[in-house]
């Protein structure tokens, strides 16, 4: 199994005002978006990832995809001129509302996993990620 990373989104830092369009975009097919992996240089092409929404209800995991390419360092979503780590997520769902609720990822084998991160590029231990692989493979 590839290794599994979480990313992480708060719309109350960064608002994703896109996020209707691409949501059109995924259902006429491909969808990349750019994303923040906070330090990680472990990101590897073909890496599990999984968007944890953050921050506002309603809060969970909201996407999932893979990592297209390995990480690489870009300019700063927020500060022009200062360097981030970002990441190609190929996005295979999206939505607006979680495919699993914050609530839940409390309970049973997620519980293994540390959800309240601030900071995108975590690894999620396998355990958690062969879970969440037959989470998603549901939808």
């Not at 909201?62 to 690489?72: E, R």
């Not at 780590?85 to 540390?114: C, I, N, W």
Request: glycine fraction near 10%; aromatic fraction near 10%; proline fraction near 6%.
């Amino acid at each position: 199994m590839k290794r599994a990373f979480l990313l992480t989104w708060n719309p109350r830092v960064h608002a994703w005002e896109e996020l209707p369009a691409d949501l059109r975009k995924l259902k006429r097919g491909k969808l990349v978006v750019r994303w923040g992996c906070g330090r990680s240089k472990e990101l590897r092409d073909g890496a599990r990832l999984y968007l944890l929404r953050q921050g506002v209800e309603p809060r969970g995991l909201v996407a999932s995809g893979y990592a297209q390419g390995d990480w690489y360092e870009g300019e700063s979503f927020r500060h022009k001129g200062v360097p981030g780590h970002y990441v190609d997520l190929a996005v295979e769902r999206l939505s607006m509302t979680p495919f699993v609720p914050r609530e839940a990822l409390s309970q049973g084998k997620l519980a293994a996993m540390y959800w309240n991160t601030m900071v995108s590029g975590v690894e999620i231990p396998s355990p958690v990620a062969l879970e969440l692989e037959k989470i998603f493979s549901g939808f």
